[in-house]
């Protein structure tokens, strides 16, 4: 070997002093005498292939991993935000890949959250997979067809899936079908939100349109109106409309008080006063005093929120027959579709007294989705998106 010559190359390195700086390193090259092969010089503190230094690459990790934008840590470095996408997608691949294929689960899992959630404009969606007792995402594909689940199985193995007890989920028939035929021991969990949400969009909301129309049509316009301005009532609990009550009964004296010291007060308020709103539990007896549909309304929901506080399968069984029925007798093509959905669903629907396991933990995990791509105002690597997704949900780990 001998030396062949030399060059030099400019690396970015840690800003110093609000200001960017830059190495400048002096490489050798070598050359074999025999066969005129060459090697450069390798530089021990540079980053991979970028031209940018170890340090600097740290200093872009803890930006980011701080919530700082690829912006902001571009910014920050004075480094291209493409570099800063590498950089950050390079450590994510080597955390939570193992040879370019997705690590398996760290721990068991005794229950899965399964959703899915919408990727890009033009009707593509994506589906998560998360652990509900730890909130890490397991699973991300571009799909929300039944494929996931047969992907995600195969990914974890036959062993993890075994300790798997039951899985909880929208009434999707395509997942909840595609995890059973797999593994038959699995139950499927339904739990109360995606019923309500249900019967909040697909009952009340209808029947309460048509009888604002059969108001109109007779011409009782101010009862149309009063049932059209009151939606909110209409889908809340009994409890949580006297919750309301109670909180603005305590405001309006607390407001009174304040009046009281109006004139110690240096700067006075030019506002009008609040005028108090109606008690909504009285509102609420008014809408469906002379409506029979609206009174089943009512009465649903109550039971419905006596049915998710019941812990034994035989309990909950039965309130649920006593809703079916009320929907059937209310001879309302909204109420009886409501009847055939849970007529339809009762096992996993029961399955929530025996297991208590909710979806909740996988609706959060889809607003963190949609809280990182909002903050990066979207990604267009969608590999680099589900790392930072699942970096997300572990808390940004170091």
């Not at 200001?19 to 400048?24: G, V």
């Not at 006596?306 to 029925?325: H, L, P, S």
Request: overall charge positive; glycine content about 8%; some cysteine.
């Amino acid at each position: 070997m001998h030396l062949h010559g030399s060059d030099t190359v400019t690396l970015k390195h840690l800003p110093f002093g609000g200001q960017y700086t830059e190495l400048e390193v002096k490489r050798l090259r070598m050359a074999c005498s025999a066969c005129t092969y060459s090697v450069t010089q390798r530089i021990p503190f540079r980053d991979g292939n970028h031209r940018i230094t170890k340090a600097a690459a740290a200093c872009i990790l803890h930006s980011v991993k701080n919530g700082g934008t690829l912006k902001k840590a571009a910014l920050d470095t004075g480094i291209n935000r493409n570099i800063v996408m590498e950089v950050h997608k390079a450590h994510l691949t080597e955390s939570y890949t193992d040879g370019g294929t997705l690590i398996k689960p760290e721990r068991q899992a005794r229950y899965l959250g399964i959703d899915e959630w919408k990727l890009h404009d033009g009707n593509q969606y994506a589906t998560v997979i998360i652990g509900p007792d730890t909130g890490h995402i397991l699973w991300l594909q571009d799909t929300k067809k039944a494929e996931v689940v047969r992907n995600f199985t195969a990914h974890a193995g036959e062993e993890f899936m075994k300790g798997v007890k039951g899985i909880a989920c929208d009434m999707n028939a395509d997942f909840a079908g595609a995890f059973k035929k797999a593994f038959p021991h699995l139950e499927i969990i339904y739990d109360r939100f995606h019923l309500i949400k249900n019967f909040n969009e697909k009952v009340i909301t209808p029947v309460r349109i048509e009888e604002q129309k059969r108001l109109r049509a007779g011409g009782r316009h101010a009862g149309a109106e009063r049932l059209r301005r009151n939606r909110y009532i209409l889908t809340s609990s009994r409890d949580t409309l006297k919750a309301e009550d109670e909180k603005g009964a305590a405001a309006i004296k607390s407001g009174a008080a304040d009046a009281a010291k109006q004139g110690q007060k240096l700067f006075k308020s030019l506002r009008e006063p609040v005028p108090p709103r109606d008690n909504r539990t009285a509102v609420l007896d008014g809408l469906i005093r002379d409506n029979a549909l609206l009174s089943a309304i009512d009465i649903i929901k109550e039971q419905l929120r006596q049915a998710y506080r019941e812990t034994a399968v035989a309990g909950m069984r039965q309130i649920m027959a006593g809703i079916i029925t009320v929907c059937r007798e209310t001879g309302n093509e909204h109420f009886k579709w409501f009847a055939r959905l849970i007529t339809g669903h009762i096992e996993g629907i029961l399955a929530y007294a025996k297991h208590r396991v909710t979806s909740g933990k996988c609706e959060g995990t889809v607003n963190l989705i949609r809280t990182v791509r909002r903050s990066a105002y979207g990604f267009k690597d969608t590999d680099y998106f589900f790392l930072r997704l699942m970096d997300a949900s572990r808390g940004y780990p170091a």
